[in-house]
């Protein structure tokens, strides 16, 4: 099973095998501390040839699916409590096997949600895998799409990211972007699909999309204080995403950043100079240099907040190409 980096957050992990013409898709929960009475799946496109097979893993469970033969293709299940399970790590939730036929497809997985609590006439209480992000693992050479990663129920307003892990090194993938439709294509074959993804785990390095939200304001940084070459550095991406991943503030590690970069007693001018460099490519004029020195002297700007406003202007994310990252993604070092 893959490693992930916290054991506090629930998972769901897609394990996939394909051997003597047969498939077979293993869903497993883990790490999920609450009760759990209920886990709901969707899932498409499966494939219809040869025989097909849903097998429900927990015995208290009881799996409700549609389907007009014994040939799924689209099913819907339901997995209702006898007695609630507390997951583990790598509890096996339900296989699905497929015999005698080649998976060419890859295989969607259209909602998941988890009930917490006894299921009653007004319907469960669905909450989304993990309080702040979605992670998912894939091993094995099945395809799959995620065609709905929105969170649901009481963690809708979460803004956190979607994590999607592999276990090959990134070079063995090809990843293009397109619509807001991630592609991953495997050099065994396998595609990947994923809608609105942010993440993408790789066994050497990852890749961010998320430029509206911690991967954006990293490559900012980078690039006002540690010039536009810096966006390409993946220790210096791990470094800043691990921290506002971790909850360090835009303002904290900004001005982490201008302590590494400048020392911790700094003066005004090294600072000014630093931003005019790295934005403009000159050095400022004595009269600039004496505005914004008297800004900061009168407190209309803190080295910290000056920092942000070089970082948020257009003439940073001119330079990083911001707009292209939001397309192609930043790579960053998996393991920091």
Avoid: H
């Avoid at 099913?75 to 939730?93: Q, Y």
């Avoid at 503030?249 to 003066?267: I, P």
């Amino acid at each position: 099973m893959p490693s992930f980096n916290t054991t506090a957050l629930p998972l769901i992990t897609i394990n996939s095998s394909v051997a003597n013409g047969q498939t077979q898709i293993n869903f497993y929960l883990s790490n999920y501390s609450t009760k759990v009475f209920g886990y709901g799946l969707g899932i498409a496109s499966l494939p219809t040839a040869g025989t097909s097979s849903l097998v429900n893993a927990i015995k208290n469970w009881f799996p409700q699916y549609a389907s007009s033969s014994s040939s799924l293709s689209d099913v819907s299940i339901d997995l209702t409590m006898s007695n609630p399970i507390v997951a583990n790590n790598s509890t096996l939730i339900a296989t699905y096997t497929l015999s005698n036929a080649q998976v060419t497809q890859p295989i969607a997985i259209n909602s998941l949600s988890l009930s917490s609590q006894n299921p009653s006439s007004s319907g469960y209480s669905d909450v989304s895998f993990d309080q702040a992000n979605f992670n998912f693992a894939f091993t094995g050479n099945v395809g799959f799409s995620i065609a709905d990663n929105t969170r649901v129920g009481s963690n809708a307003g979460n803004i956190g990211f979607d994590t999607f892990s592999f276990p090959d090194a990134y070079k063995n993938y090809t990843v293009t972007n397109k619509n807001s439709v991630l592609n991953v294509s495997s050099s065994a074959g396998a595609l990947y699909q994923f809608t609105n993804g942010q993440r993408l785990k790789f066994s050497d390095l990852s890749v961010a999309f998320d430029m509206n939200g911690n991967a954006g304001e990293v490559v900012k940084i980078l690039g006002a204080v540690f010039g536009k070459d810096a966006v390409n550095k993946t220790d210096y991406v791990a470094i800043g995403l691990k921290n506002l991943d971790q909850g360090v503030s835009y303002q904290d590690l900004m001005a982490l950043a201008l302590n590494v970069k400048l020392g911790a007693n700094y003066t005004n001018a090294a600072e000014i100079t630093l931003l005019y460099q790295n934005l403009l490519n000159t050095t400022p004029s004595a009269a600039d240099l004496n505005t914004w020195n008297t800004a900061l002297q009168n407190k209309t700007y803190t080295n910290t907040s000056l920092a942000q406003f070089a970082c948020d202007s257009s003439f940073n994310t001119q330079n990083i190409n911001l707009t292209g990252l939001a397309d192609k993604g930043v790579l960053y070092l998996s393991a920091i």
